[in-house]
C-alpha cells in the first residue's frame, strides 16, 4: 500500500517522518523554503522519549558526536545568588537521558541521513492545493503540480499552508521575546556547567559548550511586534539586562555585536483538530508548545513518530490514520501547553513579589520537589509512549 506523500517543512517534525515513513516504503517528497540546510540554530535540550527516538532511528552515535556536554545548571538571582544548583545526571534519574544541542545540529544530523533516500526540493512553497474525493492535487511555487495521498504540513510556528487550509486554529502570542544564538569566543567559564538567571519579566541562560563557544538565550515578556522588535533586538538584550554584573553586560553586548542571534516572538499554536481532509499537520506547525515547555523538539518527534505508527497500521486507510494520530495527540498537546504556561509563570515572574515566592520555594525545594517541578511534567505515560488511545 505505498502512497504518495508530501512533507512541506523540512525540519526536525519533516525530516524524522520523512525517515519513518520512507522506511516503510512510501514515495516521500519534502519540500522546504530554504535555499539549504544548515548547522545554524539555538541550542535545545531534547529530552526523554525524544531521544528515545533517535536512537530507535539508529542516530543516537551522530547525535552525541554533535552534542555539547552538560554536567551542572546553576538557577541564580541577578546579584549571582545560587538559587538551586542541580547535577543534570541526578536530575535524569527518574527519566530517560537529556541531550543538550544546537537545532541546526539535530536537524543536520536526519539531513544527511536522508539524503540520497528521500527526494528533497529547497526553495519550494505550496501555492494551491485542490482536493477531490481520495486524491489531493499540489501546485508548487515553481509552477509544477504533484499528486498525493497525503500532505503533512510540518511548517512550523508561523505556517502559511496552515493559516490557510486550517481556518479553525489560530496561533496566540505568548507575549515573550526569544533571543537566542551562540558567540565565538575564549572564556572563563567551565564547559558544561550552566547559569540561568530568574528575574521580573525576563530570563537569561548562559551556556559553555566548548572552550571558545557560548551559547545565549534569553526569555524577556514583551508585547510589542516582531517587526520593531527585530530592528532594535541587540538595544533591547542589552537594556533588559543592564543591571547585571560587568562580566555578564560584556558578554551580551559582544553576543549581540559578534554573535550568531536568533530573534523571534513565541507563540502557541491552537488547532481543534489536526486534520482536514487529506491535510495533517506536524510539529510546531500544528501544536507550538513554545519552548518554554522544555520538550518542544521531543515533541515534534514524538509526532512523526506517532503518525507514521497510525499510518503503518492502516496504510489502506489515511483517513483513520490521521484520525488516530490527532485523537493521541490533543491531551498531550494540552499537558506540554500548560506545563509551558507553568514554566512562564514560574520562570519568568511578573512581579517582585512572584519572583520572590518562587525564589524561596525553589530554593528550599527537595530533591522530591525538585522532580516534581523539573521532570514530572515532561514525562509521558506508558499508553502515551506506545501510541494507544482511548
Do not use: W
Amino acid at each position: 500500500m505505498k502512497k504518495n506523500i508530501l512533507i512541506s517543512g523540512g525540519g526536525i517534525a519533516g525530516l524524522t517522518a520523512a525517515k519513518l515513513l520512507s522506511a516503510q516504503g512510501h514515495h516521500v517528497t519534502v519540500i522546504d523554503r530554504a535555499l539549504s540546510f544548515t548547522k545554524a540554530g539555538f541550542l535545545i535540550s531534547l529530552k526523554s522519549f525524544g531521544v528515545r527516538i533517535i536512537e530507535e532511528l539508529g542516530l543516537m552515535d551522530e547525535l552525541q558526536a554533535a552534542s555539547s556536554p552538560s554536567e551542572f545548571v546553576s538557577f541564580l538571582e541577578k546579584d549571582e545568588q545560587v538559587i538551586q544548583r542541580i547535577s543534570y545526571e541526578k536530575m535524569n534519574e527518574n527519566i530517560e537521558r537529556s541531550v543538550l544541542i544546537s537545532r541546526g545540529g539535530l536537524h543536520h544530523v536526519l539531513h544527511e541521513n536522508l539524503k540520497g533516500h528521500v527526494n528533497i526540493l529547497f526553495d519550494t512553497t505550496i501555492s494551491e492545493i485542490t482536493s477531490t474525493d481520495n486524491r489531493t492535487e499540489v501546485t508548487l511555487s515553481d509552477g509544477s503540480r504533484m499528486e498525493a495521498d497525503l500532505v503533512i504540513i510540518s511548517e512550523g510556528l508561523r505556517s502559511s499552508t496552515r493559516e490557510r487550509y486550517f481556518t479553525d486554529s489560530h496561533m496566540e502570542d505568548f507575549n515573550t521575546l526569544y533571543m537566542g544564538g551562540r558567540l565565538q569566543t575564549e572564556h572563563p567559564y567551565p564547559v558544561g556547567s550552566f547559569k540561568v538567571y530568574i528575574d521580573v519579566n525576563k530570563m537569561l541562560s548562559i551556556y559553555p559548550i566548548a572552550n571558545n563557544e557560548i551559547a545565549i538565550q534569553c526569555y524577556i515578556h514583551h508585547k510589542g511586534d516582531i517587526a520593531t522588535i527585530k530592528q532594535r533586538s541587540a538595544e533591547l538584550l542589552q537594556s533588559s539586562f543592564s543591571d547585571y554584573s560587568i562580566e555578564t553586560r560584556d558578554l551580551l553586548t559582544r553576543f549581540a555585536e559578534e554573535g550568531l542571534m536568533f530573534v523571534d516572538k513565541m507563540g502557541m499554536v491552537n488547532a481543534p483538530s489536526l486534520v482536514n481532509g487529506n491535510m495533517v499537520l506536524l510539529g510546531d506547525a500544528g501544536y507550538c508548545p513554545t519552548a518554554l515547555s522544555g520538550m518542544g523538539a521531543s515533541l515534534s518527534i514524538y509526532g512523526a513518530k506517532a503518525l507514521s505508527h497510525f499510518i503503518s497500521k492502516t496504510p489502506y486507510d489515511l483517513t483513520s490514520a490521521c484520525n488516530n494520530y490527532n485523537i493521541l495527540m490533543q491531551p498531550i498537546i494540552r499537558k506540554f501547553q500548560g506545563n509551558a504556561r507553568n514554566n512562564a509563570s514560574s520562570f519568568i515572574p511578573a512581579d517582585v513579589q512572584k519572583l520572590d515566592r518562587f525564589v524561596d520555594s525553589f530554593r528550599s525545594a527537595s530533591d522530591i520537589e525538585l522532580k516534581r517541578i523539573m521532570t514530572d511534567p515532561i514525562v509521558l505515560n506508558e499508553e502515551q509512549l506506545n501510541f494507544k488511545i482511548n
